[in-house]
């Protein structure tokens, strides 16, 4: 079975400070896709950053980047140069070939970013 | 383009009501779903459709039928609503394999069941 932990419910960083928010995730699919994503308090959900299982490049988006293990089956959010913004919840998710498309999501993490 | 909306946003029923919320997405994706999230949780997966014409079970199926009307519309019925069905809907549509794949989430509907 498919399976996306994100160990962390709570995490508080400094402003411009980098921040590392873990995710791990568990398939036997080779093919598969990772993403992440925010949802501030207004509740709405909004893409950050996609790695791909055989990209070989680690995907980065502004100041989003994610340190992909392939081997550790690890997919970690690193927020560099932290804001205010930020502070919301973190969702790690997992779509596999096998599935169908059909994506999964862990518990999240939610930031809180301090001045 | 309005990308994915949601009706209602908001929704009071009384235990064993029945009703439907309803997704529509403008951007021609083959793929769609509908989340639940309840307080202090992750999203999960209620049903997705791949395409047109087809539908699939996801984590949390049990008390919930869906409707793919069209390539554009996905519908969510709750035809005996339970209090445990308190929850923020939120529907999504995405284009597996066109860029990074990945979903639009509609603003989300907040369902309580009393």
């Known amino acids: 079975a498919q399976k996306i932990t994100q160990t962390q419910p709570g995490m508080f960083v400094q402003e411009k400070e980098a921040v590392t928010l873990d995710c791990t995730y568990d398939t036997s699919d080779p093919s598969y896709g990772l993403f992440w994503y925010k949802q501030p308090s207004s509740g709405e959900m909004i893409f950050l950053i996609y790695?791909?299982?055989?990209?070989?490049q680690n995907a980065t988006e502004g100041r989003y980047s994610l340190n992909f293990q392939k081997a550790r089956k690890s997919a970690n959010l690193v927020i560099s140069a932290s804001q205010l913004g930020d502070s919301a919840m973190y969702f790690c998710a997992m779509w596999h070939l096998g599935g169908g498309f059909k994506t999964i999501f862990g518990a999240g993490t939610r930031l809180f970013v301090k001045a | 383009n309005a990308g994915v909306t949601q009706t209602p946003k908001f929704q009071v029923l009384k235990t064993g009501q029945s009703m439907t919320l309803q997704c529509a997405q403008d951007?021609?994706?083959?793929?769609m779903y509908w989340y639940r999230q309840d307080p202090g949780m992750g999203l999960r997966l209620i049903y997705y459709?791949?395409?047109?014409?087809?539908?699939d079970k996801g984590e949390v199926p049990n008390g919930y039928n869906v409707s793919r009307l069209n390539k554009r519309e996905f519908s969510l019925r709750l035809e005996s609503a339970a209090p445990s069905q308190t929850s923020v809907y939120f529907c999504?549509?995405?284009?597996?394999?066109?860029?990074?794949?990945?979903?639009?989430f509609g603003p989300g509907t907040r369902l309580t069941v009393l």
């Open positions: 459709s791949a395409s047109e014409g087809t539908t």
């Open positions: 999504a549509s995405s284009e597996p394999g066109q860029g990074k794949g990945e979903q639009f």
């Open positions: 951007m021609n994706h083959n793929s």
């Open positions: 790695q791909g299982s055989y990209d070989q």
